[in-house]
């Protein structure tokens, strides 16, 4: 086989595994919660529980005015912080994008929850109001 050939067959191969990837993504998002575009999350999100799921550090340089911080990461291994999230109104979840908050999602969706939404774009697309610590 040539190198050329090679080449070809590896590029190939990384197309195929990325679009798997994000298909995976898109199942998952589809199956735990519904992406909300800014104007969406901001219109209802008086009447939600917003939770940032990046890490603390991430959250203390700026979130979105009225989030809390629980992060993925914490809530995973420990999940006694998802004690503090109430069952019976929705949840709006971000991150720096989605990736994260898919995660988030599909874990609450396991624990029982089922009122999930996402900020599509994440905290990096949000233009709304802000805080920092």
Do not use: C
């Not at 959250?59 to 069952?87: C, D, Q, W």
């Amino acid at each position: 086989m040539s190198f050329l050939a090679t080449i070809n067959i590896f590029l190939f191969s990384i197309i195929v595994i990325y679009g798997l990837y994000k298909l995976y993504f898109f199942i998952m998002r589809k199956r735990t919660a519904k992406m909300l575009t800014q104007e969406e999350f901001q219109e209802s999100m008086r009447n939600a529980q917003v939770i940032d799921v990046r890490e603390k550090e991430d959250f203390n340089r700026g979130h979105i005015l009225g989030a809390r911080s629980v992060p993925y990461t914490i809530s995973k291994a420990h999940k006694e912080y998802l004690t503090a999230i109430r069952k019976d109104k929705p949840i709006y979840l971000y991150d720096n994008k989605v990736a994260m908050a898919i995660y988030m999602a599909k874990l609450l969706k396991k624990e029982g929850f089922t009122d999930i939404y996402i900020l599509k774009d994440g905290y990096s697309g949000w233009t709304g109001k802000t805080k920092k610590k």
